[in-house]
């Protein structure tokens, strides 16, 4: 079946410009995670919804970062007035609750968003 | 707070040897653990799993094991090949913090024929 799916593969914008970055997860999935990798920083957590609402924002860096999720399917980053320090590969994650207790995440093939 | 701490890279090993990526947690919880892999130009893909003490994981040969009383979970694999290259991730989860990945620094694996 189709896995996770974002939009657009690849940014290029300009210092101070807002973008929005897409997520399509796997049809079914309930739990849909937002993660940034960066070269200093590595894998980093941002944003997790469960359905549409958002238990946990404690990854977001600053209120310039943003995130919805409608219809318990397609999510969206945003991401305002762009910072040269915000250029990274930004990845989506999705999962159901297994059996076992664990939510096992399938990722996409991320953004890779640099701010000129 | 909760943490997952990986042997540096980048690792360079000859086709057929042994490998070993070292990892040890800190939880606050009892947690499950993953490797994850990054092969170049690709994703993340889950490589391996387990969720319980002495569970061990396996997948394509690699395996690993977890272990309370050492807080680590080391990934093996007995004869490694070229296309294992590629950048391997330790990861952490707590089911009361809805899963979200806690993520190693990643080891960069070179295998040379």
């Known amino acids: 079946g189709a896995g996770v799916s974002q939009s657009p593969s690849n940014k290029v914008t300009e210092k101070g410009k807002d973008v929005e970055l897409r997520c399509d997860p796997i049809?079914?999935?309930?739990?849909l995670y937002w993660y940034r990798q960066s070269l200093g920083q590595g894998l980093e957590f941002l944003i997790y919804?469960?359905?549409?609402?958002?238990?946990?924002k404690s990854g977001l860096p600053s209120d310039r970062f943003s995130a919805e999720r409608t219809g318990g399917s397609v999510s969206t980053l945003t991401i305002q007035r762009t910072q040269q320090e915000d250029s990274a590969v930004y990845l989506c994650?999705?999962?159901?609750?297994?059996?076992?207790?664990?939510?096992?995440?399938?990722f996409g093939p991320g953004t890779r968003l640099t701010v000129t | 707070g909760d943490s997952v701490t990986q042997m540096e890279g980048p690792v360079t090993l000859s086709e057929e040897a042994f490998l070993t990526i070292n990892c040890t947690y800190t939880?606050?919880?009892?947690?499950?653990l993953f490797w994850y892999v990054q092969y170049p130009g690709e994703g993340l893909q889950l490589l391996l799993k387990?969720?319980?003490?002495?569970d061990k994981g396996s997948n394509k040969g690699f395996e690993a094991t977890y272990r309370k009383e050492t807080t680590s979970f080391h990934l093996e694999k007995g004869s490694v090949q070229v296309s294992d290259s590629a950048v391997y991730f330790c990861?952490?989860?707590?089911?009361?913090?809805?899963?979200?990945?806690?993520f190693g620094q990643g080891t960069e694996l070179s295998v040379k024929p």
């Open positions: 387990a969720t319980k003490a002495d």
């Open positions: 994650a999705s999962s159901s609750y297994r059996d076992s207790g664990t939510y096992e995440q399938y």
């Open positions: 919804f469960q359905g549409n609402s958002a238990p946990d």
């Open positions: 939880a606050t919880g009892y947690p499950s």
């Open positions: 049809s079914g999935h309930t739990a």
């Open positions: 990861a952490l989860s707590l089911y009361n913090q809805g899963g979200k990945l806690i």
